[in-house]
């Protein structure tokens, strides 16, 4: 059959919907309400490095991203319940692989990209109109990462050294492509929230845990996947029942309590759905004004262990936060606010205020797109492959980079690097500040060239 698309119906809108993503849906929706998100994957070769069974890679690839179960669209399905649909912009799935004259021994993806784009375009796929994201394989090449993503755009390169898919790189990437950073931490000595050091995330596939973990409540508030009736902001001190995050009750999801102008926004997860395996207690982030999808988890006294927290202060902002019980039908949590104490659970009904919408972060333009780059977390099953040939290894060894960033070594739980360069470190690991510090130097950038323009045009007109 040709290669033109026959298009699938859905909303133009699907896309820009799904990449938006503040505010909270009205419940989980049924499969024909999810916002669908059409993904054109891609197999290309490249010069001197080739797909070795393309066949093979293809099935396994349209399994990876579209089968019912251990999949990208499942992992989705789980965790956004139901809000969002990747399904496939063509009917075979997996297109290619497409030859690209670009060398395979050198690290080019911004070229692999422009080209894709071109050879899409000139068989007739138009972005938006017959795919909303755009999804690169290749073989092994010249880049340390083994795989890379647009932050907040649907676009992503999945390097298949083995000619399989790792489902942990896949959901990572298409993170990315959600507006996720990797999942940064904080270490609070002593408990107190107003001494605290850079440490690690690791409660989703953001920060290593690849997917046997479900998103944080951060990235659900982020995403727009939490009704306003699960996202509840505390007003005053009292005793608050959180549900189990994943669970089937009712109730609320996620409590955001004021800390100035930051938040601290807390979680209940244990083993549920087949997401959160090893997890069993609240979890705490701290959140900078609006920016959920950066949420920091907070530990206490230590960067080792799970990080769930039982209590904590902020004497700054006369904060205590106390976990009173656990069980199977939810968390028990006593919050007191401005030094009031939290009266006892029986006595009291805590007040809370509607749901608060976040406002995105910057969004990178299509033309000058922020692509973030990462080495493989932990593989989920026995489609996982590292980049330089072992699950969770450098091609050089263990990463040699600091806990809770790209870099880190495997036994944390994080991502370890190819050896190379800082430079080389430093372009293929950009972290979420990275991003908001190119996009505010472009957008200087273009303020001084608009005023040289405008300036020029004046002085033209005054000398004709």
């Not at 293809?58 to 499942?74: E, T």
């Not at 069993?280 to 982030?285: E, K, L």
């Not at 099953?381 to 072992?390: E, I, L």
Request: negative net charge.
């Amino acid at each position: 059959m040709g290669l033109s698309l026959k298009r699938i119906a859905g909303t133009a809108a699907a896309s820009a919907a799904l990449f938006a993503g503040t505010g909270a849906a009205a419940s989980p929706a049924a499969a024909d309400d999810a916002a669908k998100n059409r993904v054109l994957v891609v197999m290309l070769d490249v010069q001197d490095r080739v797909h070795a069974d393309p066949g093979a890679t293809k099935a396994d690839f349209a399994a990876r991203y579209f089968g019912a179960d251990n999949s990208l669209k499942s992992y989705y399905d789980k965790v956004s319940r139901g809000r969002v649909d990747f399904v496939p912009a063509v009917p075979e799935k997996v297109i290619g692989p497409f030859k690209l004259s670009v060398s395979g021994g050198t690290c080019q993806p911004g070229e692999i990209r422009v080209k894709t784009e071109a050879l899409m375009a000139a068989k007739g796929f138009k972005r938006g109109e017959d795919y909303d994201s755009l999804s690169m394989v290749t073989p092994r090449i010249g880049c340390s990462w083994s795989g890379l993503a647009t932050i907040g755009r649907g676009v992503s390169w999945i390097q298949a050294p083995r000619g399989t898919a790792n489902l942990g790189v896949i959901v990572h990437e298409f993170g990315h492509n959600q507006g996720y950073p990797h999942q940064p931490g904080l270490v609070c000595k002593d408990g107190n929230l107003t001494d605290c050091a850079e440490g690690r995330g690791g409660k989703s596939p953001m920060g290593g845990g690849g997917t046997r973990l479900g998103l944080t409540a951060t990235q659900l508030i982020r995403s727009g996947w939490l009704d306003a009736a699960e996202h509840q902001r505390v007003k005053d001190s009292g005793t608050f029942t959180l549900r189990p995050l994943y669970g089937e009750q009712q109730g609320v999801r996620a409590l955001e309590v004021p800390l100035g102008e930051d938040k601290v926004v807390l979680e209940y997860r244990r083993p549920t759905a087949g997401l959160d395996e090893e997890l069993g207690g609240v979890y705490a982030y701290r959140v900078t004004k609006d920016h959920y999808a950066g949420g920091r988890q907070i530990r206490l006294g230590s960067n080792d262990g799970d990080g769930a927290v039982t209590t904590f202060t902020d004497t700054a902002h006369r904060l205590k936060v106390s976990v009173t019980s656990t069980g199977a039908d939810g968390a028990e949590v006593a919050i007191s606010m401005n030094g009031k104490a939290a009266p006892p659970a029986e006595k009291t009904t805590p007040v809370v205020t509607e749901e608060v919408e976040p406002t995105p972060p910057p969004t990178p333009s299509d033309d000058a797109p922020v692509v973030h780059g990462d080495d493989e977390p932990p593989a989920d099953d026995a489609h996982g492959d590292d980049a330089a040939g072992s699950p969770g290894a450098s091609a050089d060894g263990a990463g040699t980079g600091t806990a809770g960033a790209p870099g880190s070594s495997s036994e944390d739980g994080t991502h370890s690097m190819d050896s190379g360069s800082d430079q080389t470190r430093l372009a293929a690991t950009g972290s979420d500040a990275t991003v908001l510090v190119l996009v505010s130097v472009s957008a200087a950038l273009m303020l001084v060239l608009g005023a040289l323009g405008l300036k020029r045009t004046r002085r033209n007109r005054a000398h004709p």
